[in-house]
């Protein structure tokens, strides 16, 4: 069992569903700027749900386990607060925001960094 892919797919349909009701569901009164947060919330989730389903298929390395935590914890940060904000207006709910977005990229940065790590000839990419 991968408990990561499963993860993965969870987090997929999670913004699929999402980005249908930001669509469909979202009432037509609401505040651009609340509209625009949930835009913005479900395509990184999208975007972000797509890089862990390759995390979770890449060979095993210590920085990719943690890239794969750090975009995780962004995207239940970043786009949990920004879902928050669109649905209630609460504002102090986006203040959350930038901590996630620092997730994200600290999950970037360590995806790169597993570049730098040897790999054998027969799993190198060139």
């Known amino acids: 069992m991968n408990i990561r892919m499963i993860v993965a797919g969870l987090a997929g349909f999670l913004a699929v569903a999402l ?3 930001g669509a469909h569901g979202l009432p037509d009164a609401l505040p ?3 509209r625009d947060a949930f835009d913005i919330a479900a395509q ?4 972000h749900a797509i890089f862990l389903a390759g995390l979770a298929l890449a060979p095993a390395s210590a920085r990719l ?3 794969y935590l750090f975009v995780l914890a ?4 970043f786009c949990g607060a920004l879902y928050a904000f669109a649905l209630t207006g ?3 709910a986006a203040l959350i925001a ?3 977005g620092a997730s994200f990229m600290a999950g970037w940065i360590l995806f ?3 570049g730098f790590s040897p790999a054998s000839p027969a799993k190198a990419n060139r």
């Open 32 to 34: 651009a700027a609340r």
């Open 74 to 77: 962004g995207m239940m940060l």
């Open 98 to 100: 930038p901590i996630g």
């Open 90 to 92: 609460a504002r102090a």
């Open 19 to 21: 980005a249908a009701f």
């Open 65 to 67: 386990r943690w890239s």
């Open 44 to 47: 990184l989730h999208l975007a």
């Open 112 to 114: 790169a960094a597993a």
